[in-house]
């Protein structure tokens, strides 16, 4: 028989691990005086490439971002 006493509460309360950990570090940037609160909020986004694979070779990469296009 589990107990739930072992749970963590992340886990408890029907979250991931990375959606946790995202609402922590977003509220700790949000706690942050000027000039470092927009430092790190500027560090938070992401950018990444996508290839396609094509008979064995990869197609030319498009760069895309986690943030909303400006």
């Given at each position: 028989?589990?107990?739930?006493a072992a749970?963590?509460?992340?886990?408890a309360?029907?979250?991931t691990?990375?959606?946790?950990s995202?609402?922590?570090?977003n509220l700790?940037?949000n706690?942050?005086?000027?000039?470092r609160?927009?430092?790190?909020?500027?560090?938070e986004?992401v950018h990444f490439?996508?290839?396609?694979?094509?008979?064995?070779k990869?197609e030319?990469?498009?760069i895309?971002?986690d943030t909303?296009?400006?």
């Amino acid at each position: 028989m589990a107990s739930n006493a072992a749970v963590p509460f992340w886990r408890a309360a029907g979250m991931t691990y990375i959606t946790y950990s995202n609402l922590c570090a977003n509220l700790v940037r949000n706690c942050l005086k000027e000039p470092r609160r927009t430092e790190a909020l500027s560090r938070e986004k992401v950018h990444f490439s996508v290839s396609k694979w094509v008979d064995g070779k990869p197609e030319k990469p498009t760069i895309r971002s986690d943030t909303p296009e400006e």
